[in-house]
């Protein structure tokens, strides 16, 4: 780490002159006291946690219980995604699409440079250089982030592969994701994130959440990586990774997408029930996923993180206790609620519910308040090294081939357990109608179904009927495609109650796709696609009646009809650019219901 005052860039850490130019023209706008450096090593994570406890920007948590991990309240107005201030900014509003908030280039440097003008006086830039993606990687991007958030350097230094040796992968190149960021006085009158696909540009301003503040995630990771992997021919999704290892020691990797807080993570880390000895889940990626055309023909996947930003309510031992281990050392918790012995809690985890906490706006809280003690977006920030069922192959720069991409929403009616799409046109019309009942993990209000196409909606850089064409055409490139399936874990019957249990067992659901990924069993062909006969699918064991999870694949005629008339809506929604081959879809559907 090296700093200097902002007469200069500080000594750096990199000789690259599109970098120093770059950082130059930063310092000139914010005005910053510092520059900092960031090179990624422990000595300086230790400096800069031991200076955010100064400040009070993070709180030291029972060290015996839970070493190396630490508390953070963020401003309440300040708790998650804000897309209504998420800005796709390129040259015409047609490339943005429909479905992004778009602003010009130009009008977005001009709004954000006076909010940026002198923005860090008084305060420490610190120059965060990171790769998304194993080192060596084809498939890595490097990008560099101003900040002046030590708790965005030392998350960035869990989710990225933070530090010197991503200056190193950049030697003179000026292909980087430039990356601005202040909080400001984190006043949602204030904030904005804009990313210009054009520029590899991204400058977020007045708040320090997550996905609005590291900018390695959703900003690279998936907006401005969505956008490269349609100009370059690769795929960036908002998919887990998983590597499901059968008994013979052979290996299927799976892709997933779920939307924010539908059992993604829970789904990445799962563990097989006794009934599945001798089977392993191995753990590639939870949230992003970035796929390329390799030369075998296979479609190959990394996890461009280095972490896991988890959901914290709901995680316990029952729902993921591969996640209770990962999170149980080198942790940043944020907004959870702290007991008084320096634990922390959320709503859902293990044991009984403490008489007295301390919550997570830092308030008093007794047992039985009406208000939750934890926030429902609260999150834990791990490094992905804790995980005991990583995968040996999380690092490989070639990646992981995938047999199967699954879609999944939160449905409590309609849409079945599990269903496989006839050929990949069906799926990607699956994945294109994907609706899920919006969580916290978003402002706005809760549980109201919204159409999430492959759980991208929020994160596609670009509009989105052409990033429908980018998956239709992939075909192209892949001789060996991938299987695709549709999901639903939250199916309820009609008191109110889940069909399925959901969780570890969700391993019986997984292992039908992977045996039809690989053609060795059957299915039953369904108006909307393939399905499970009880005797492929195996439900020994179980405590879930044969019945319940009849009802949960069962296909309600009348119901999809009104499915597919607010399909209509959002199709029509997209007409400008929407593929003739989804809409030809959805019509065939029509057809094959109207036969009943």
């Given at each position: ?47 800069l ?5 100064r400040?009070?920007?993070?709180i ?5 219980k ?44 001009q ?49 990225t ?52 503040a ?35 020691g052979e ?14 993570t ?11 000895h ?23 996947a ?24 990962t ?42 308040s ?40 939160r ?14 046109v ?56 991938p ?19 959901g ?6 659901v ?33 405590s ?14 009348e ?35 109207d036969?009943?």
């Amino acid at each position: 780490m090296s700093s200097a005052l902002a007469t200069g860039i500080g000594t750096p850490l990199s000789r690259n002159a599109h970098l120093l130019s770059w950082i130059e023209e930063c310092v000139r706008l914010t005005k910053p006291d510092r520059v900092v450096w960031c090179d990624g090593s422990a000595a300086e994570k230790d400096a800069l946690t031991r200076e955010a406890v100064r400040l009070g920007i993070l709180i030291p948590l029972n060290q015996k219980k839970l070493p190396g991990c630490y508390l953070h309240r963020s401003n309440p107005n300040d708790v998650a995604r804000t897309e209504q201030l998420t800005f796709i900014c390129t040259r015409t509003v047609k490339e943005a699409g429909p479905t992004n908030n778009w602003m010009s280039p130009e009008d977005a440097y001009q709004k954000l440079g006076r909010l940026f003008d002198g923005s860090m006086s008084g305060r420490t830039l610190y120059v965060v250089p990171y790769v998304m993606g194993p080192f060596g990687s084809p498939m890595a991007k490097i990008g560099v982030e101003l900040t002046d958030s030590i708790y965005v350097v030392l998350n960035m230094g869990i989710m990225t592969r933070m530090g010197q040796g991503a200056l190193d992968a950049l030697g003179g190149s000026s292909d980087f994701n430039r990356g601005l960021h202040c909080t400001l006085d984190v006043n949602p009158d204030r904030r904005f994130i804009c990313h210009f696909p054009e520029d590899n540009t991204v400058w977020s301003i007045g708040s320090g959440y997550g996905g609005n503040a590291l900018l390695g995630k959703k900003c690279l990771a998936l907006r401005i990586g969505s956008y490269l992997g349609r100009r370059e021919g690769w795929m960036a999704e908002h998919m887990m990774i998983v590597g499901v290892e059968d008994p013979n020691g052979e290996t299927t990797y799976v892709a997933a997408a779920f939307p924010s807080a539908c059992g993604k993570t829970n789904f990445a880390m799962l563990i097989p029930p006794k009934r599945f000895h001798g089977w392993k889940v191995w753990t590639v990626g939870d949230d992003i996923c970035w796929m390329r055309p390799g030369p075998d023909g296979r479609l190959w996947a990394i996890n461009p993180e280095a972490g896991y930003f988890g959901v914290a309510p709901g995680t316990n031992q029952a729902t993921n206790p591969t996640a209770m281990r990962t999170i149980s050392k080198d942790t940043i918790y944020t907004n959870v609620a702290m007991t008084p012995d320096g634990d922390v809690w959320w709503e859902g985890k293990d044991g009984e519910v403490p008489e007295e906490l301390v919550d997570w706006q830092g308030r008093p809280w007794k047992k039985g308040s009406p208000e939750k003690a934890a926030h429902a977006n609260s999150r834990f920030t791990s490094p992905m090294t804790n995980n005991p069922n990583l995968s040996p192959h999380v690092n490989d720069p070639e990646g992981v081939p995938i047999a199967a991409i699954v879609f999944g929403g939160r449905r409590s009616t309609t849409v079945p357990l599990v269903v496989q799409a006839f050929n990949w046109v069906h799926g990607v019309y699956m994945g294109a109608t994907l609706g899920s009942e919006t969580t916290a993990a978003t402002t706005g209000k809760v549980g109201v179904v919204r159409r999430d196409p492959m759980a991208m909606l929020p994160f596609c850089g670009y509009d989105m009927g052409t990033y429908f064409d980018h998956w239709l055409d992939m075909p192209k490139s892949i001789r060996d495609l991938p299987k695709l399936f549709q999901v639903n874990w939250f199916r309820r019957g009609d008191d109110g109650r889940f069909l399925w249990p959901g969780f570890g067992e969700n391993m019986r659901v997984l292992k039908w796709i992977i045996d039809r990924a690989h053609r060795r069993t059957g299915g039953w062909e369904t108006a909307l696609g393939w399905v499970p006969h009880q005797a492929e699918f195996d439900l020994s064991g179980m405590s879930v009646s044969l019945e319940d999870v009849d009802e949960a694949e069962s296909i309600d005629i009348e119901a999809w009809k009104v499915e597919l008339a607010d399909q209509e809506e959002f199709f029509t929604k997209l007409a400008a650019t929407m593929p003739r081959e989804l809409v030809l879809q959805r019509e065939l559907l029509m057809a094959r219901l109207d036969r009943g």
